[in-house]
């Protein structure tokens, strides 16, 4: 089903009436949809993966675990720009991805549950029902490369493996609930992909527009407040890697990677550039020469981020990058919503 829902977004796109409802279609058929489908199977496997684990603990099952935890970090990441409709209600954004957490609290109860071994809290149910710092990928990768994982190859990790396959369980839920939102016959993709001004939360096409426009800013400033800068600190003896999202396994850069090629991507489907003046067309432009220069500056990198924050020359990388994300966001809500004609008033973190 998924297979087939891909090959049919090219077909739906190329028909009139959904090529002329605007940016909200285009990003519903191939954007959001793939994105989210995606989410599911990279769960998916992922509990399967942890599940062969917990039955045959070896030290090829915890990479194959690991693997496809770093699989499903990078789907999330790109499909994480989308905060909103779906995957802001009912605190999923929260339950997929407990981030910020300066005060640790996601290492805390999961070494809680680890110590408890209460056998509850190896459901998805009982997950589901707690603390939103225990049900997401930062948790999964607490069990999967935080102190005490290597028992996994052991025992399978009894526990703790169970934990986490419940977990990643967990995850692929919350997933699906967001697919299940963007399909075509609920009303918030609806509203989405045609506005006709008589039901919330979108009554026109400039309100799809504006909820885009505030993805986008979104995304380059939490990556810019939330991921880089804390953990770069204003000098290197201030630098703390361990600040920074997904330090244990190594996937902080390719999370903040996958999560601006989400944006670029999004800014191209909403076909922001062909709806500007040509006279302002440089913007969009501009936009995407900063994307691409914090793309390349991060690629390069070829340390582990729970040092590269200190280091003289990944140092200078990570400021670049997180430089060229800032000025990215400034230029999407100061140039490019303007040009739309768009008036955002809003501080992108507020209110998803």
Known sequence: MRKFLLLLIPALLSCPAVAQEGPGA???????????????????????????????????????????????????????????????ANNRFERLFFWPDPRGTTLKQVQGLLVEENEAATTAASLADGSV???????????????????????????????????????????????????????????????DGSSAPYRSASEVKGEIIKALTTVFQFVHAAELRPALGEKPDKARGKRAPFWRSDLTFELVVAQLQGARDLLEQAGFTEALPKDHRWIADSILFELNTALGALRSIDIPPEHAFEDQNARGKI??????????????????????????????????
């Open 133 to 195: 710092a225990r049900q997401g990928l930062p948790a999964l990768e607490v069990v999967l490369f935080g102190a005490g994982a290597e028992e996994l190859t052991a025992t399978g990790g009894g526990f703790r493996c169970r934990l986490g396959h419940a977990i990643a369980a967990t995850i692929e839920d919350v997933a699906q609930d967001v697919l299940a939102g963007w399909a075509p016959s609920q009303p918030f993709a609806q509203s989405f992909i045609a506005p």
């Open 26 to 88: 285009q990003i519903s058929l191939a954007f959001a949809r793939p994105a989210f489908d995606a989410l599911v199977e990279a769960a998916d496997h992922a509990e399967t993966t942890i599940g062969s684990l917990c039955e045959a603990p070896s030290q090829p099952a915890l990479d194959a675990a690991r693997d496809a935890f770093g699989g499903l970090v990078t789907t999330w990441g790109r499909a994480s720009v989308l905060r909103f409709g779906p995957l802001a």
């Open 319 to 352: 400021n670049l990058a997180d430089l060229a994300v800032e000025h990215a966001g400034q230029q999407v809500s100061e140039q490019l919503a303007g040009a739309l004609g768009l008036s955002m008033g809003f501080n992108a973190l507020d209110g998803d």
